[in-house]
């Protein structure tokens, strides 16, 4: 008998990194590892099990960033350069590894599987917003927006700068999947009351918030955390379930840690003979990560001491964790329907790139989890934010708390002593944006070319991850360049425009660059 509900979500994101200026670029392999390695990967399983008739249901934001880049035609053709090395490479890590059959396994798993990106990228016609508006449309999958360029909304004081992170996302995202968003994924998952009448006006219905968002609200939650609750607009808010979270996420327990499973910072990028993978390097000739990988977690050893990985027995690992959570969830979901009298809603809530990147078996994980749960019971089922509030339209009006999902849950990860200083060049960025609007409601020519423009600079310099980086300490000099450039433009378009004087080859040249949002319209500060 089926006692309650699992809303398993994603949020796919990446921030907008395009560089057509230079030849290779870093950071743009963070968009083609996270093709090669979990969207496609990602597409890939929901089209097995669509064809094979088993049913399933999973939510996933794709941020208009992430969209973006996607739809980018620069980006696609610098996607299957990359993906034609990796393809090279494989074929000639068949021939290095033919003597040693564990090796060679995993060389013949890799080659097959970017053999399998090819065929789903040419598939999906270089664009896989196609892809994955062919499982939204098939009813498996609900995917939501969120804001524009992944700003920190509680973090900005201007309401105009807050409502244009939402409307142009519902307007990039109406554009992309010809439908509108019925949900909202809030950049980090961070909420501060008030923010939902902005997505009321924008005809979102539901959002997302972490656990203590609504344990915290006020009054108290009823069913705590294993129901959506609506906000004083109407909003319907959903809150993350920290006990599924924990067997994924943590540390220490997390299924992505067994020692079975690959190990992420071993790579031939840095293992092989220099002249024999120079070629698959960036032009700058530096070791970096490939993307193959041959060895296993293995255990608390030194890199130099991991032992090969086993595909097959990664898989069967990967099997037993899918029933693992699975019988979890019926145990959590029986008792919660014994104790709160209605049917429990599990909001299972991930970053996407877990799935693939980080965690390798992560596809594979869901791929058995959505089987077993098909198959093996009947305690459970998959469900959609969207299918739940229909199927049950009535449920308690509560005031969350402000909260993010970040280290702590509130703000710090975005604003302390690292990165504070972001936030009043950011602030009175904003304040000109609204400035130069108004005073040019009916531009056209050059001058509205300039004024979009500037809209693009500003959403650019806000995105969230320039600040998370800077506190992360991973690419701090990449993180501060570009939050100073965009400003910089920023200041200098608004200079042009208040003095009338807009230079056209400075323009060109930004909007060849950052090209972000090609039917922006900057009244959106109005």
Same mark, same amino acid.
């Given at each position: 008998?089926?006692?309650?509900?699992?809303?398993?979500?994603?949020?796919?994101?990446?921030?907008?990194?395009?560089?057509?200026?230079?030849?290779?670029?870093?950071?743009?392999?963070?968009?083609?590892?996270?093709?090669?390695?979990?969207?496609?990967? %990602?597409?890939?399983?929901? +089209?097995?099990?669509?064809? @094979?008739? *088993?049913?399933? =249901?999973?939510?996933?934001? &794709?941020?208009? /960033?992430?969209?973006?880049?996607?739809?980018?035609?620069?980006?696609?053709?610098?996607?299957?350069?990359? %993906?034609?090395?990796?393809? +090279?490479?494989?074929?000639? @890590?068949? *021939?290095?590894? =033919?003597?040693?059959?564990? &090796?060679?396994? /995993?060389?013949?798993?890799?080659?097959?599987?970017?053999?399998?990106?090819?065929?789903?990228?040419?598939?999906?016609?270089?664009?896989?917003?196609?892809?994955?508006?062919?499982?939204?449309?098939?009813?498996?999958?609900?995917?939501?927006?969120?804001?524009?360029?992944?700003?920190?909304?509680?973090?900005?004081?201007?309401?105009?700068?807050?409502?244009?992170?939402?409307?142009?996302?519902?307007?990039?995202?109406?554009?992309?999947?010809?439908?509108r968003p019925k949900g909202i994924w809030l950049a980090e998952c961070a909420?501060?009351?008030?923010?939902?009448?902005?997505l009321k006006k924008n005809g979102l219905r539901f959002f997302f918030v972490?656990?203590?968002?609504?344990?915290?609200?006020?009054?108290?939650?009823?069913?705590?955390?294993?129901?959506?609750?609506?906000?004083?607009?109407?909003?319907?808010?959903?809150?993350?379930?920290?006990?599924?979270?924990?067997?994924?996420?943590?540390?220490?327990?997390?299924?992505?840690?067994?020692?079975?499973?690959?190990?992420?910072?071993?790579?031939?990028?840095?293992?092989?003979?220099?002249?024999?993978?120079?070629?698959?390097?960036?032009?700058?000739?530096?070791?970096?990560?490939?993307?193959?990988?041959?060895?296993?977690?293995?255990?608390?050893?030194?890199?130099?001491?991991?032992?090969?990985?086993?595909?097959?027995?990664?898989?069967?690992?990967?099997?037993?964790?899918?029933?693992?959570?699975?019988?979890?969830?019926?145990?959590?979901?029986?008792?919660?329907?014994?104790?709160?009298?209605?049917?429990?809603?599990?909001?299972?809530?991930?970053?996407?790139?877990?799935?693939?990147?980080?965690?390798?078996?992560?596809?594979?994980?869901?791929?058995?989890?959505?089987?077993?749960?098909?198959?093996?019971?009947?305690?459970?089922?998959?469900?959609?934010?969207?299918?739940?509030?229909?199927?049950?339209?009535?449920?308690?009006?509560?005031?969350?708390?402000?909260?993010?999902?970040?280290?702590?849950?509130?703000?710090?990860?975005?604003?302390?002593?690292?990165?504070?200083?972001?936030?009043?060049?950011?602030?009175?960025?904003?304040?000109?944006?609204?400035?130069?609007?108004?005073?040019?409601?009916?531009?056209?020519?050059?001058?509205?070319?300039?004024?979009?423009?500037?809209?693009?600079?500003?959403?650019?310099?806000?995105?969230?991850?320039?600040?998370?980086?800077?506190?992360?300490?991973?690419?701090?000099?990449?993180?501060?360049?570009?939050?100073?450039?965009?400003?910089?433009?920023?200041?200098?378009?608004?200079?042009?425009?208040?003095?009338?004087?807009?230079?056209?080859?400075?323009?060109?040249?930004?909007?060849?660059?950052?090209?972000?949002?090609?039917?922006?319209?900057?009244?959106?500060?109005?």
């Open positions: 008998m089926e006692k309650g509900y699992l809303c398993l979500v994603l949020h796919a994101h990446l921030p907008y990194i395009r560089h057509p200026e230079y030849e290779d670029f870093l950071e743009e392999d963070w968009l083609f590892e996270g093709i090669t390695e979990t969207y496609i990967p %990602l597409l890939d399983m929901f +089209e097995r099990l669509i064809s @094979e008739g *088993v049913d399933f =249901r999973i939510t996933m934001s &794709l941020t208009p /960033t992430l969209c973006g880049m996607f739809s980018d035609e620069l980006l696609q053709n610098r996607y299957i350069r990359h %993906l034609d090395k990796l393809l +090279e490479l494989s074929e000639k @890590e068949l *021939v290095r590894c =033919r003597d040693h059959r564990t &090796l060679y396994n /995993t060389a013949l798993m890799y080659n097959r599987k970017f053999k399998k990106c090819r065929e789903i990228f040419g598939r999906c016609g270089g664009n896989l917003i196609n892809g994955f508006k062919k499982i939204q449309d098939a009813g498996k999958l609900e995917i939501i927006t969120c804001c524009a360029t992944h700003g920190y909304i509680p973090l900005m004081i201007h309401e105009k700068a807050k409502q244009a992170q939402i409307k142009i996302a519902v307007h990039d995202y109406i554009e992309k999947f010809g439908r909420y501060s009351p008030g923010v939902d009448d902005i972490d656990t203590h968002g609504i344990l915290y609200g006020t009054p108290r939650p009823r069913y705590g955390v294993f129901a959506p609750v609506y906000c004083p607009s109407g909003v319907a808010a959903f809150a993350r379930d920290m006990e599924s979270a924990h067997q994924v996420w943590s540390a220490d327990i997390g299924y992505p840690g067994d020692p079975d499973y690959r190990e992420f910072y071993r790579d031939v990028g840095y293992d092989l003979d220099y002249d024999y993978i120079h070629p698959y390097l960036h032009s700058d000739g530096i070791r970096r990560n490939i993307g193959i990988k041959y060895f296993k977690i293995t255990g608390g050893v030194p890199l130099h001491a991991k032992q090969p990985y086993n595909p097959a027995a990664a898989r069967e690992k990967a099997a037993q964790h899918a029933g693992n959570f699975m019988f979890n969830r019926e145990r959590q979901v029986e008792h919660l329907f014994d104790l709160i009298k209605r049917k429990p809603l599990i909001v299972s809530m991930y970053d996407a790139e877990l799935f693939g990147h980080w965690w390798y078996e992560g596809p594979d994980f869901l791929e058995y989890l959505f089987r077993k749960i098909h198959y093996d019971q009947d305690t459970i089922k998959t469900i959609t934010p969207s299918e739940y509030l229909k199927k049950h339209p009535d449920n308690q009006v509560l005031q969350p708390c402000m909260s993010s999902w970040g280290d702590k849950g509130y703000n710090e990860y975005w604003l302390n002593g690292a990165n504070d200083w972001v936030y009043r060049h950011l602030h009175k960025a904003a304040a000109r944006m609204i400035e130069i609007t108004r005073e040019n409601p009916d531009a056209v020519g050059l001058k509205k070319r300039a004024l979009n423009q500037s809209a693009r600079e500003l959403l650019l310099a806000q995105a969230s991850d320039w600040a998370f980086i800077m506190t992360a300490g991973t690419t701090i000099p990449y993180a501060l360049k570009r939050t100073k450039d965009h400003i910089h433009q920023f200041t200098v378009l608004y200079e042009q425009i208040k003095k009338n004087q807009i230079d056209e080859r400075f323009l060109s040249d930004l909007e060849r660059k950052n090209n972000i949002f090609p039917s922006i319209d900057y009244r959106v500060y109005l």
